[in-house]
């Protein structure tokens, strides 16, 4: 029988996310979905922890141990911390004593620099790659939400992540116009954390501010009775403290970068060919990505474009499910890959 050939069995897509990392395995699917956090222990310099495990210490470590995201904004911050997460995940996938050298196939931001596409393939070999592939994430998600890429007709794609908002108009296998903006689900915690200290002189940890987010959080008025309590850290007394807050306080708090993300939306439209516009009224937008689940969003973009908005079926694989498609038609695809930077 002969070999699979160009890509092996083995071989890999990698979704590596500002919040979640996903793994998809050729002929297997998704075989690994975690938080991209890491504890470390700073005494022994030894992993203590990864991914869901790691993301519970956050806010909750003693001195010596320390839990970190070795990625913000979509781009790698600490290449020694993404390297050893990944070399981790990696292991765990292949359940093996001796480590397959896989081919991996990576989603990157589309505004990254050849600095930032270098670490990513640095963080991928050094953790026991053959070869890296790089696919810009809209055009991985425009892929994985099943939109057709290839057609020569346009499609768009707003993929809000924890770290980035993708925001792309796709034609003929390729991106046409496109922006990426350092605003996603990190932000929308960020401003939440910021007013309750403005508001309330109430200190809130990243993970309750991010559960705050998911129960009452939204982008446009619907059921503003919904109320929530919230626990931190009371700035005046020092003490722990109970504040109730309401779904439209919530709102006002992320309003700021739900903002910037349709603006992003809007300029994008802006510079769009006019066919392309066309094709874009009949098809509407996919929206995609875990930040594509605060409540409204949906409704506050179809407001501002006069568009229909389409919600994808599972927003937060849609990344990876596109670049594991890659992997999978590697000969039909290959052509979509970021072409290697020129030194």
Avoid: W
């Avoid at 890491?38 to 990864?50: F, P, Q, S, W």
């Avoid at 008025?221 to 403290?241: F, N, S, Y």
């Avoid at 939306?265 to 066309?278: H, M, Y």
């Amino acid at each position: 029988m002969p070999l699979p050939l160009p890509f092996l069995g083995r071989d890999l897509a990698v979704d590596l996310g500002t919040a979640n990392t996903l793994i998809y395995v050729r002929d297997r699917g998704i075989v690994l979905d975690e938080p991209s956090v890491v504890a470390i222990n700073t005494r022994t310099d030894k992993i203590v922890a990864v991914g869901g495990d790691a993301k519970q210490m956050i806010g909750r470590t003693p001195g010596y141990i320390t839990a970190i995201r070795p990625l913000r904004d979509g781009v790698i911050t600490d290449l020694e911390v993404a390297e050893r997460m990944l070399r981790h995940f990696i292991q765990k996938v292949h359940r093996r004593r001796y480590i397959v050298r896989p081919r991996i196939v990576v989603a990157v931001p589309s505004g990254t620099t050849g600095v930032e596409q270098r670490a990513v393939k640095e963080a991928c070999f050094e953790a026991g790659a053959r070869q890296v592939f790089l696919i810009e994430e809209p055009m991985a998600a425009a892929i994985g939400a099943g939109l057709p890429v290839h057609e020569p007709a346009g499609s768009m794609v707003v993929d809000v992540g924890g770290g980035t908002t993708e925001v792309a108009v796709i034609s003929l296998g390729g991106i046409v116009t496109s922006a990426s903006i350092r605003v996603g689900g990190d932000e929308l915690d960020q401003a939440i954390i910021a007013h309750t200290k403005k508001e309330h002189a109430l200190l809130l940890g990243e993970r309750t501010a991010e559960q705050l987010k998911m129960e009452i959080g939204s982008a446009c008025p619907d059921d503003d009775a919904l109320t929530a309590e919230i626990r931190g850290r009371d700035l005046v007394t020092g003490l722990p403290k109970t504040v109730p807050v309401t779904a439209a306080e919530i709102r006002e708090a992320v309003n700021e970068p739900v903002n910037a993300i349709v603006d992003a939306v809007q300029a994008t439209l802006d510079r769009c060919p006019p066919e392309l516009s066309g094709d874009l009224m009949d098809r509407g937008i996919a929206l995609t990505g875990g930040g594509a689940r605060l409540r409204g969003l949906d409704h506050r973009l179809a407001a501002a474009t006069g568009m229909p908005i389409t919600l994808v079926d599972n927003p937060l694989q849609s990344v990876v499910l596109g670049s594991g498609r890659c992997v999978e038609q590697y000969g039909r695809l290959k052509e979509i890959f970021v072409p290697e930077s020129r030194h």
